[in-house]
C-alpha cells in the first residue's frame, strides 16, 4: 500500500515557476516508479513525466520535451517526488496528480489506468 499526498499548488501568473511536492508514505514506495499528470476542466487526464524508483530513469510526454521547463525528482530518503515547472502557461493549468506504478515497464509508465495508487490531486492556476 501507498498513500501519496500531494502540496504546493497554486495561483502563478504566466512566466512564473512552481514546485509541487507528493509525500508517500508505505514500504513500497521506494520500489515504485513515480509519475504526475494533470487533468484540465473538461479533458482527459494526461501524462507529464514519470521516474524510476532509483530516480536514474525519467520520462516526459511529447507535449513536455521541448519546453525544458518541467523537471522530476524524487529524494527516497524523504519519501517524496517533485515535479518543477517553470515558464507557466495559462494552459497549465489543471489538477495535478502524482500516482505510484509498481510495472517496471517503462512503456506503461504513460497510461494512467496502469498506476497503483493516486493521490488527490492539487491545483495549479496559471493566469495570463
Known amino acids: 500500500q501507498v498513500q501519496l499526498v500531494e502540496s504546493g499548488g497554486g495561483l502563478v501568473q504566466a512566466g512564473g515557476s512552481l514546485r509541487l511536492s507528493c509525500a508517500a508514505s508505505g514500504r513500497t514506495f521506494r520500489s515504485s516508479a513515480m509519475g504526475w499528470f494533470r487533468q484540465a476542466p473538461g479533458k482527459e487526464r494526461a501524462f507529464v513525466a514519470a521516474?524510476?524508483?532509483?530516480?536514474?530513469?525519467?520520462?516526459?510526454a511529447d507535449s513536455m520535451k521541448g519546453r525544458f521547463t518541467i523537471t522530476i525528482s524524487r529524494d527516497n530518503a524523504k519519501n517524496t517526488v517533485y515535479l518543477q515547472m517553470n515558464s507557466l502557461k495559462p494552459e497549465d493549468t489543471a489538477v495535478y496528480y502524482c500516482a505510484a506504478i509498481r510495472d517496471l515497464d517503462t512503456r506503461s509508465w504513460s497510461r494512467w489506468g496502469e498506476y497503483d495508487y493516486w493521490g488527490q490531486g492539487t491545483q495549479v492556476t496559471v493566469s495570463s
Open positions: 521516474i524510476s524508483w532509483s530516480g536514474g530513469l525519467t520520462y516526459y
